[in-house]
Nanobody, 126 residues
């Protein structure tokens, strides 16, 4: 199993940037697909981005593509989400999640991810 802890959330003005981090415990971090999801109050959890085990492949929701960048450092057991040009609609709790292989299967489906962090709040003011 793997334990995940997110950090880096906060309050930022529209157009600003934040970098989220997700620190993982365990010795099998590199065997997991890693993803980011978010959930706004009163709304369903939605997919944001995913990265393959090696970090060589990435996939983004349409709302994130061009503004967000997901990456990972397997030597540090950490996955990142760099968020630029933030909009008020990006506001929500951001969750880091781990998924077993294969990378290309159900990347955007939250039920396919086995492990979750506690979440970190991102608030974007207009």
């Amino acid at each position: 199993q793997v334990q995940l802890v997110e950090s880096g959330g906060g309050l930022v003005q529209a157009g600003g940037s934040l970098r989220l981090s997700c620190a993982a415990s365990g010795r099998t971090f590199s065997s997991y697909v890693m993803g980011w999801f978010r959930q706004a109050p009163g709304k369903e959890r939605e997919f944001v981005a995913a990265v393959s085990q090696s970090g060589g492949d990435v996939y983004y929701a349409a709302s994130a593509k061009g503004r967000f960048t997901i990456s990972r450092d397997n030597a540090k057991n950490t996955v990142y989400l760099q968020m630029n040009s933030l909009k008020p609609e990006d506001t929500g709790v951001y969750y880091c999640a781990a998924k077993v292989a294969p990378y290309g299967w159900q990347l955007g489906t939250w039920r396919s991810y086995a492990y979750w962090g506690q979440g970190t709040q991102v608030t974007v003011s207009s």
